[in-house]
């Protein structure tokens, strides 16, 4: 029989979750941490483990009650730990052996499991990219906003509904204007994250990259820009097609007819950047391709390493695998030359990829009019339906403080300081959105 404290020595009866996982890096090593929330009576915390943690708080109780046949996830010992589907089936693992040690009121009592649960303390854990030093008035940064058409937005003119993306510096929401009901994708960065690893010339060219792109259909359009005093905010396009990577994870593979397609939009769009002479390898939107993140380490397991993926890259050959055809093979021999100089756009850029046989079947100018029909169209029910977006996101809480700052006050073009880490951020378009 279970022995341990009585249950009227706790205040009160958790309610646990784990909703959602993210992925870390510490120096060189990478690893997931699975997001727990706890709930007490009015209180609500959050806080992150790793499956090492989960381990070994399940050998000790093991140990101690071993009549509660207490299970799991195994550990895994080959393969692949960062591929979603195991992933998922772990997080699904561990929700069930949490939600069992609180159902017991004995086990819920281990110091253990509410030391792992900081039940003592509790209090909300946030993770950098949410809520880091936010009421700390002393790490707030008074930034130089510089000409803007709209320095009156402001977080309160939206309601943030959803997490739909995230980043290393914040995340994505979608969000709804309140005066005019329109939805948009609000990306938000803390400028103390960015400001501590010396990223704001990055997050500065990601912003005149988007006022760059002002007509191109394949790319995310920026409505405009604000700040808070510790807050960056762009609002963009929301497309609700889903990102293309969450497609390609629920399907595996595309038929080289839907690939094409996709290709020819993202060389079409790559090509208008060159055209600018902009070099970009972060986010495209459009229709059909409405996140694609430019990152070798997603989609092939071989490049888990950072020095042997640079090492393959350089000098491994290229493995054939059956199915596609003679000249998807061709582009992406091409592509993949090893000699920058011979490699396929090199000379031409844009205008020699665009001729390659692989594209025979694609007129350019139907492409960029959109006159082509897409050779799949994502299933939705609503302008904000987020149906095709990874649950990972979608099903996060959305955090309080995205829609307040520091003081609640919002920085105006008045605001000025010495190093002027992000003058010019703000921006409004002059045309036609209907926000002025």
């Given at each position: 029989?279970?022995?341990?404290?009585?249950?009227?020595?706790?205040?009160?009866?958790?309610?646990?979750s784990?909703?959602c996982?993210?992925?870390?890096?510490?120096?060189?090593?990478?690893y997931?941490?699975?997001?727990?929330i706890?709930?007490?009576?009015?209180?609500?915390?959050f806080?992150f483990?790793?499956?090492?943690?989960?381990?070994?708080?399940?050998?000790t109780?093991?140990?101690q009650?071993?009549?509660m046949?207490?299970?799991?996830?195994?550990?895994?010992?080959?393969g692949?730990?960062?591929?979603?589907e195991?992933?998922?089936?772990r997080?699904?693992?561990l929700?069930?052996?949490?939600k069992k040690?609180?159902?017991?009121?004995q086990?819920?009592n281990h110091?253990?499991?509410?030391?792992?649960l900081?039940?003592?303390?509790?209090?909300?854990?946030?993770d950098a990219s949410?809520?880091?030093d936010?009421?700390?008035?002393?790490?707030?940064?008074?930034i130089?906003?510089?000409?803007?058409?709209?320095p009156?937005?402001?977080?309160?003119?939206?309601?943030?509904?959803?997490?739909?993306?995230?980043?290393?510096?914040?995340?994505?929401f979608?969000?709804?204007?309140?005066?005019?009901?329109?939805?948009?994708?609000?990306?938000?960065?803390q400028k103390?994250i960015?400001?501590?690893?010396?990223?704001q010339k990055h997050?500065?060219a990601e912003?005149?990259?988007?006022l760059?792109?002002?007509?191109?259909?394949?790319?995310?359009?920026l409505?405009?820009?604000?700040?808070?005093k510790?807050?960056l905010?762009?609002?963009?396009?929301?497309?609700?097609?889903?990102?293309?990577?969450?497609?390609?994870?629920?399907e595996?593979?595309?038929?080289?007819?839907?690939?094409?397609?996709y290709?020819?939009?993202?060389a079409?769009?790559?090509?208008?950047?060159h055209?600018?002479?902009?070099v970009?390898?972060?986010?495209?939107l459009?229709k059909?391709i409405?996140i694609?993140y430019?990152?070798?380490?997603?989609?092939n397991?071989?490049?888990?390493?950072?020095h042997?993926?640079?090492?393959?890259?350089?000098?491994?050959?290229l493995?054939?695998?059956?199915?596609?055809?003679?000249?998807a093979w061709?582009?992406?021999d091409?592509l993949?030359?090893?000699?920058?100089k011979?490699?396929?756009?090199y000379?031409?850029?844009?205008?020699?990829?665009?001729?390659?046989?692989?594209?025979?079947?694609i007129?350019?100018?139907d492409?960029?009019?959109?006159?082509?029909?897409?050779?799949?169209?994502?299933?939705?029910s609503?302008v904000?339906?987020?149906?095709?977006?990874?649950?990972?996101?979608?099903e996060?809480?959305?955090?309080?403080?995205?829609?307040?700052?520091?003081?609640?006050?919002?920085?105006n073009?008045?605001v000025?300081?010495a190093?002027?880490?992000f003058?010019?951020?703000?921006?409004?378009?002059?045309?036609?959105?209907?926000?002025?």
């Open positions: 029989m279970l022995t341990g404290p009585k249950m009227e020595d706790q205040p009160s009866f958790p309610n646990v784990i909703p996982h993210n992925e870390q890096r510490d120096k060189k090593k990478r997931t941490v699975y997001k727990v706890v709930n007490v009576g009015q209180q609500e915390w806080v483990r790793r499956y090492a943690e989960f381990d070994k708080l399940f050998n109780l093991r140990k009650f071993p009549s046949n207490l299970k799991i996830p195994a550990k895994r010992i080959f692949d730990n960062f591929d979603p195991f992933i998922k089936q997080r699904a693992g929700h069930e052996f949490i040690l609180v159902s017991h009121p086990l819920c110091p253990d499991v509410r030391a792992f900081l039940m003592e303390k509790g209090e909300q854990i946030s949410e809520d880091e936010e009421k700390n008035n002393s790490t707030s940064r008074n130089n906003l510089g000409p803007s058409a709209n009156q937005a402001k977080p309160t003119d939206f309601d943030f509904l959803k997490v739909i993306g995230k980043g290393s510096f914040g995340k994505v979608l969000a709804k204007r309140k005066h005019d009901g329109k939805f948009y994708a609000i990306k938000i960065l103390k960015i400001l501590n690893r010396k990223e997050i500065m912003r005149n990259v988007l760059k792109n002002v007509k191109h259909p394949f790319l995310v359009g409505h405009y820009s604000f700040q808070t510790d807050k905010y762009f609002v963009l396009d929301f497309i609700n097609g889903g990102e293309l990577f969450f497609h390609l994870q629920r595996r593979t595309f038929p080289e007819p839907r690939a094409k397609f290709i020819a939009e993202m079409s769009a790559l090509g208008y950047l055209s600018l002479t902009i970009y390898r972060y986010h495209m459009s059909n409405p694609f430019f990152d070798i380490s997603k989609n397991s071989d490049f888990r390493d950072t042997e993926m640079y090492d393959n890259i350089l000098h491994k050959p493995t054939r695998r059956p199915g596609a055809s003679n000249t061709s582009l992406l091409g993949l030359e090893k000699d920058g011979r490699r396929l756009g000379r031409e850029d844009f205008i020699e990829i665009r001729r390659h046989s692989f594209f025979s079947s007129n350019w100018d492409l960029e009019q959109k006159k082509i029909p897409p050779p799949f169209t994502p299933l939705v609503s904000s339906d987020i149906s095709n977006f990874d649950p990972e996101f979608t996060e809480m959305v955090p309080n403080s995205v829609c307040w700052s520091q003081e609640q006050s919002i920085v073009a008045s000025m300081e190093d002027d880490a003058v010019g951020f703000s921006y409004a378009p002059p045309s036609d959105d209907s926000f002025l």
